[in-house]
C-alpha cells in the first residue's frame, strides 16, 4: 500500500524525464541534419554516379532518419513545447549550411547547385526563428492585455452554446471553435468564441460553465475578454 496516489507519482516521473528526453531528441535530430545536408552536399558537389558507395547509404539513411524525425518532433512538440520551433529551425539552418558548405570547400560561388538550396534552408531557418519570436511577443501581449482585465474588469460567468463533434478516439485531439454566452452587467447577452484543443470527446460540453471577465469599459471588445476554461486550455504553450 502506497500513501501517495500512483497517477500522481507517474505524472511526477514523468515531468522529471521529459527535458531529458527533449534534449536527446533534439541533439538527435539536429546532428541527423547536419550530417544529411553535409553528405548531399558531397554527393552533389562530387557527382552521385561517381561518388562512393558508403557515401551514398549515409547520405539516404540519414535523409530519412532526419525528414522522418522532423515530421514526428513536429507532431509531438506543436502547442506544447515552446522551444519545438526554435529546435525545428535550427535543424533547417545546420541543413542548408551542410548543403552549403562543399561548395565553399570546393572555392565555387554559392549559387552554384547545391549552394542556393543550402541558401534556401538556411532562410527557412531564419524564417521560422524570426516567426517564433514574432510569435512570443504577441502571446505576451496578449498575456498582458489577458492579465489587465482579470485585474480591473468584470468577472461573471460564462455558459458553452455550441462545441464541434469530438474528436476521433485514436487521434491526439481537436482544435475546435467553441462558442461561449455570457450576459454583461447592462443586462445584454453576449457571444464570444476561443479555439480549444479538445482532447477526448466530452471534455468540453454544452451547458458547461467557466468563469469569464470582460473589459467594463466595453463589454463586446473581443480581445478585452478572458475565459477561464479557454485560458487553461493545454493548446497554449507554456513549458
Known amino acids: 500500500m502506497s500513501l501517495t496516489d500512483p497517477s500522481e507519482t507517474r505524472r ?28 548531399w552536399g558531397r554527393l552533389f558537389v562530387d557527382g552521385i554516379d561517381t ?9 539516404i539513411v540519414s535523409g530519412i532518419i532526419a525528414w522522418g524525425g522532423f515530421l514526428i518532433f513536429s507532431i509531438a512538440t506543436f502547442g506544447s513545447w515552446r522551444n519545438g520551433p526554435l529546435v525545428l529551425g535550427l535543424a ?8 552549403a558548405w562543399p561548395v565553399l570547400q570546393r572555392g565555387a560561388s554559392l549559387l552554384d547547385f547545391p549552394g542556393w538550396l543550402g541558401l534556401l534552408f538556411i532562410a527557412f531557418g531564419v524564417f521560422v526563428w524570426v516567426m517564433t519570436f514574432v510569435a512570443r511577443g504577441r502571446q505576451r501581449r496578449r498575456s498582458a492585455r489577458e492579465l489587465q482585465t482579470l485585474t480591473d474588469g468584470v468577472e461573471t ?12 478516439p485514436s487521434s491526439r485531439g481537436l482544435w475546435a471553435a467553441v462558442t461561449f454566452t455570457f450576459t454583461d452587467a447592462s443586462g445584454a447577452q453576449r457571444w464570444v468564441e476561443r479555439t480549444m484543443l479538445i482532447r477526448r470527446a466530452g471534455d468540453v460540453k454544452v451547458g458547461d460553465t467557466t468563469r ?25 504553450m507554456a513549458r
Open 212 to 236: 469569464l471577465w470582460y473589459d467594463r469599459a466595453d463589454p463586446g471588445a473581443d480581445r478585452g475578454i478572458v475565459v477561464e476554461l479557454a485560458r487553461d486550455n493545454p493548446l497554449r
Open 12 to 39: 511526477l516521473r514523468t515531468e522529471r524525464r521529459r527535458p531529458v528526453v527533449r534534449n536527446i531528441v533534439s541533439a538527435v535530430l539536429l546532428a541527423s541534419f547536419a550530417t544529411a545536408g553535409f553528405v
Open 51 to 59: 561518388a562512393d558507395a558508403a557515401l551514398q547509404v549515409v547520405a
Open 92 to 99: 533547417l539552418f545546420l541543413l542548408g549550411a551542410g548543403l
Open 157 to 168: 460567468t460564462a455558459t458553452v452554446t455550441r462545441v464541434p463533434p469530438g474528436p476521433n
